[in-house]
């Protein structure tokens, strides 16, 4: 197990309005604010959406991902963590949950997610952390490096 102990900096509260992509519009933001390290909560509607729901099969590093895409008007709601990295800028990894009709989906949100009417987004950024996202050589993925271990 890795960790960072840090404290609360500043929180912000952003409103996507129609046809904003959600991805997009959240990584802008963090970088304009200079925000290093955080998380975002979020929830709202989304038109068109990529998610990625696992892969096929639970190996390490993952293969192929099941690929979703989003189509229509979407309920969602989601977490992302925001960390550096390798060339110092924020990189923000999403994971949302959304439902039209009877069908519910969860998973990595990436790519491109196109807001339908309204997505309302709580960013609370940390402080004093040391942590960056980088790529870990076992998964292939990019994941966050933590300072101290237990």
Do not use: N
Request: proline share 6%; with cysteine.
């Amino acid at each position: 197990m890795q960790y960072s102990e840090g404290r609360l900096g500043r929180v912000f509260v952003i409103r996507l309005e129609d046809g904003e992509d959600l991805i997009e519009s959240i990584q802008r933001f963090v970088a304009k604010k200079g925000v290093a390290t955080g998380m975002i909560h979020f929830l709202g509607a989304l038109k068109t959406g990529h998610l990625i729901t696992g892969p096929k099969e639970p190996t390490i590093p993952p293969g192929p991902p099941f690929v979703e895409d989003l189509d229509g008007a979407w309920e969602t709601f989601g977490v992302a963590t925001i960390y550096p990295g390798d060339g110092g800028e924020p990189m923000v990894h999403i994971h949302a949950s959304a439902g039209h009709g009877d069908k519910a989906l969860t998973g990595c949100l990436r790519e491109r997610a196109s807001t339908y009417l309204v997505v309302e987004a709580v960013v609370f950024e940390f402080l004093g952390l040391d942590a960056r996202r980088c790529i870990d050589e076992s998964t292939g993925l990019h994941l966050p490096h933590l300072k101290e271990r237990l």
